[in-house]
């Protein structure tokens, strides 16, 4: 297997290097629910449809569905688990966090 680097760092990581690979899904979590703003509805759901029908088939699934993946140092791997959006926060705990976080 050829050499790699970190994807975060930039770090060297020969063959034989401990190094992590990180997976990530992202899925459109639609609740079936389409908002409208305006009266005008019925124009605002053609719209959306025939947006959806001009995109690319490749664009739509993305749109959907999307996987990533990278290698990580251990370093890096460290500070991905404890803070993955590197907000220097961690995790957000409760509803309140995010309110706090948006308002
Ligand atoms: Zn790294």
């Known amino acids: 297997m050829a050499d790699q680097y970190c994807d975060r760092c ?3 990581l020969p063959e034989g290097s401990i190094k992590y690979s990180v997976h990530i899904q992202i899925l459109s979590d ?3 629910i389409i908002l409208y703003e305006g009266e005008n509805s019925r124009e605002d759901t053609q719209k959306i449809f025939s ?10 699934e993305e749109e959907l569905f999307q996987e990533l ?6 370093n890096c791997k460290t500070k991905f ?3 993955p959006f590197d907000r220097g926060t ?3 705990k409760t509803g309140k966090s995010i309110e706090r976080l948006f308002h």
């Open 81 to 83: 688990a404890r803070d």
């Open 10 to 12: 930039g770090k060297y």
């Open 69 to 74: 993946t990278f290698t990580l140092c251990e």
């Open 30 to 32: 639609f609740d079936g």
């Open 51 to 60: 947006e959806a029908e001009s995109m690319d088939e490749n664009e739509l």
């Open 90 to 92: 961690g995790f957000l």
